[in-house]
């Protein structure tokens, strides 16, 4: 079992849908999970950084992360064509220096 | 603010050339820097990381060695390329080493061997 895995997609929807990206891991350790958005030809881009677990949220961005279930989301509310990118997950445990990321979610917001 | 600049943008060699790669921060001192390569395909995985000068730690073993001679510049390079190490490749920084630090990436250097 890889320790993070997340659906490839792509995903496609309209533009002012809800969007929800996941992830799950193995690894119980993890405790900072972070979204990253990359655009095509460019390096990832920091969105959201949450701790253990709970929710939190930044404009029309949600995070949430389930330890219990391993489970982490990104909310995307009123979606835009401009939040067409990849979204990776990645988390890392207290010890760790490398961030372990997932493959990334392919999403389309057409307008 | 922080900004992290990496070149060249892209890359095309052949294979049993040298390679070398840039990458420099702004707007801090003192921070800790990754290398990382994203292979079409695979998720990002870190190739190399250092918290001070000339102070190197590898996680997997491979044809590129890294190297910082001043405290914001890291520098990735390998004395002869492999078809294997096409990819692309990220500089990122952060300000602590573990755990609650978030990383912040440059712009990457896409790297096509022939």
């Known amino acids: 079992q890889k320790e993070v895995e997340q659906d490839p997609g792509p995903l496609s929807v309209p533009e002012g849908a809800i969007v929800s990206l996941n992830c799950t891991y193995s690894?119980?350790?993890?405790?900072?999970f972070m979204w990253y958005r990359q655009y095509s030809r460019k390096g990832p881009e920091l969105l959201m950084y949450t701790y253990s677990s709970g929710n939190k949220e930044d404009g029309r961005f949600t995070a949430q992360v389930d330890k219990s279930s391993k489970y982490i989301s990104l909310f995307i509310r009123d979606s835009q064509p401009s939040d067409s990118a990849t979204y990776l997950c990645a988390m890392r445990d207290q010890a760790g220096t490398a961030l372990i990321f997932g493959k990334g979610t392919t999403l389309s917001v057409s307008s | 603010s922080q900004t992290i600049h990496q070149w060249p943008a892209t890359l095309v060699q052949p294979v049993g050339s040298p390679l070398s790669l840039e990458c420099t921060v702004e707007?801090?001192?003192?921070?800790?820097l990754y290398w990382y390569r994203q292979a079409a395909g695979r998720g990002l995985q870190l190739l190399f990381y250092s918290v001070g000068i000339g102070q190197i730690s590898s996680e997997v073993p491979q044809n590129l060695s890294a190297s910082r001679p001043q405290d914001r510049q890291f520098i990735l390079s390998s004395k002869k390329l492999l078809l294997s190490d096409s990819g692309f490749y990220l500089c990122?920084?952060?300000?602590?080493?573990?755990?609650?630090?978030?990383?912040?990436f440059g712009d990457g250097t896409r790297l096509s061997i022939l």
């Open positions: 707007g801090t001192s003192n921070p800790n």
């Open positions: 990122a920084w952060s300000e602590g080493l573990y755990g609650n630090q978030p990383q912040h």
């Open positions: 690894n119980s350790a993890f405790q900072y």
